[in-house]
Structures are given as C-alpha cells and as structure tokens.
C-alpha cells in the first residue's frame, strides 16, 4: 500500500516542530489578548476573535485599528486585505483539507501562514496530511489559550523586550530552507521578498503580501533547472 | 469593539479560507496552476519575512528584528534545529534591546 515514510514518525516529528511553535503562539496570542482588551472589547470577544476568526495579522490589525479610535469600517478593511492570503494558502492545502463537511470547516479553519508552510514543506502527499492534522490543533489550542491568558493578564507582558515580536520571521526563515532547493523556488523567493519591502510604503497594510504571492509567476520562468 | 466587528470579521475570514481551500481548491487543476501553487509558499514566506522585519505599518525600519532574522539566517544555513534557530533568533533580537 503506502511505501512512504513512517506516518508515526512523521506525527512525532510533527508534534516537537508545533509545540516549538506553540511557545511562539502562546506569547502572540496573550499580546493580542492584551491588545484586545486595552481596545475595549470584553474577555469574551476577545477570546471569540480568536476561536472565530483565526488568523493573527488580520485580529491584530483590527484591534489595532480599534484602539487608535478608527471606525469598524475602517478595522474590517485592514483585516479583510490581510486575510485574503489565506485564500490563497487554502488553494496549496485543499489536498489536506478533505473529507466530510465537518471536517472541511475544521480544516479550512486552521489554514494560516504557520500551517502552510509547515504543510508544504513535505513532499509526500501522506505526511502534508499528517503534519496539517497533527500540527493545526495544537497551534489552535495555543493561540487560543494565549488569548484567554492575555485577555486576563492585561497589561502585565513586553513581547518587545523579550524579542518576540522577531520570532515570527525566525520562525518563518527556518520554513523557508526547503523551498530554496530548487531555482524556481529561488527566484518566486526573491520576488516575494524584495516586492513587500518596496510595496509597503506605497500601498495599505497587507496588499503588499498579496501581490509577493505572484512571485510564483517569476519563479515558474526558471522553470526546468533543479539546481 | 464591538460583537458585530468580531462576527463579521470571523464570516469573512473563514470565508476566504473555504473558498480556497473547499470551493475553488478540490477541483482537478491544471499542471502549470499546480506549479504556480507550490512556489507560492516561497513568495509568500520571504514577503512576510521581509514585512516582519523591515516594516512597522506602512514604515520601512531598521531594529534590533534585522539582527535577530541575520542570526537566523546563518544558523539556518548551518542546518541547526528548528528550536536552535528560534531561539538564538529571538535571543540575539532581546539582547541587542537590552545593550542598546
């Protein structure tokens, strides 16, 4: 039947990559918790956008948008632009996101920057399935818990002084290694990263990640060479 | 903040989410759409390497974050283990904050 690898150890794998993560989550989903709170919103709601919503960037940004006094209007444009990337993300993780409706939802729930590019870093199509279901749960639980700890803790963590506001381009560098393997990959890379940088003066918070996403267009032209 | 902000954001972030991942993503693509798709995650990780580090808002900055991604860099060159690189990443980023 299946001659890939060995999904055992694949899942423990899997868990000691995420729980690495989930220390990373934990910090950001309190300093969100407490970002939330200090915009107004209830232990509750805060916790709901967590649960609900899922997808840091855009809760962030809504709450940010929030506490400098700016409209719900204005708080769902930002937040809509940054999580239409999931979109995006969800067309690389439909393979892993089957099965019956409840299952579907749960999986398209979890689809994030973190489960994509934990998940596409696998070649193998038993593994992604492995490393999306093993990993995404506890990623969810994570940044859930830390929003509750952060919702009732307040004011009392400095993510800034503890660095942790650079954990998540640590964390995403070290994803990155696998994709740089081939030529295409290279150069979809280079785009991707010198576009945002250029971009983000220029135009609202979270276009610039949508347009790095054509970088797949640069890399596709080096297509053929392996090395 | 309001409920109805929190609801409308969670139907319109789940609905990106099923729409790529259900609606237009299980159905049988063709070869070059496939290869466009898996160099997506490479695009994408760079960018939002480079917009973690370099950007605040619409800002383009320089801090302690560049140092940390450089240490991460290298020491995933050097092929140390995922833990290793978060935690000289961020430890490198902390101690240049707590120097300056």
């Known amino acids: 039947m299946d001659h890939g690898p060995n999904q ?114 696998e070649a193998d199509p038993a593994s992604r399935r492995t490393v999306f279901w093993t990993a995404a749960p506890i990623l969810y639980a994570a940044w859930n818990l830390g929003t509750l700890l952060g919702a009732l803790a307040g004011g009392a963590i400095d993510p800034h002084r503890f660095g942790l506001d650079a954990a998540f381009p640590v964390m995403f560098t070290a994803m990155l290694a696998p994709h740089l393997r081939t030529r295409a990959g290279r150069r979809a890379a280079l785009f991707g990263g010198i576009t945002t940088v250029a971009l983000a003066p220029f135009i609202p918070v979270g276009l610039p990640i949508l347009v790095a996403a054509f970088g797949m267009l640069f890399g596709l032209s080096a297509d053929g060479g392996e090395s | 903040m309001t409920w109805t902000l929190v609801l409308v954001l969670a139907a319109i972030a789940f609905g990106f989410k099923v729409m790529g991942a259900v609606v237009i993503g299980q159905r049988t693509m063709p070869v070059v759409l496939e290869r466009c798709l898996l160099l997506i995650p490479a695009a994408l990780l760079t960018g939002l390497i480079t917009k973690d580090t370099f950007t605040n808002g619409q800002a383009l900055t320089l801090d302690a974050r560049a140092l940390g991604l450089a240490v991460a860099v290298v020491a995933t060159w050097r092929r140390l283990p995922f833990i290793v690189v978060i935690v000289l990443g961020v430890g490198s980023t902390a101690l240049l904050r707590t120097l300056a």
């Open chain 1, 8 to 121: 055992r150890s694949v899942a423990a794998r899997t868990v000691r990559v995420a729980l690495v993560m989930a220390v990373a989550f934990v910090v950001f989903g309190a300093s969100f918790g407490v970002l939330a709170v200090g915009a107004g919103a209830s232990v509750a709601q805060a916790c709901a956008m967590s649960l609900l919503v899922f997808t840091g960037a855009s809760q962030m940004s809504a709450v940010s948008v929030i506490a400098s006094g700016g409209s719900v209007a204005s708080a769902l444009g930002g937040a809509t632009l940054l999580a239409a990337r999931n979109a995006v993300y969800g067309l690389a993780l439909a393979p892993e996101v089957r099965g019956g409706p409840l299952r579907r939802a749960i999986g398209a729930q979890w689809v994030i920057d973190e489960t994509t590019a934990l998940v596409t870093s």
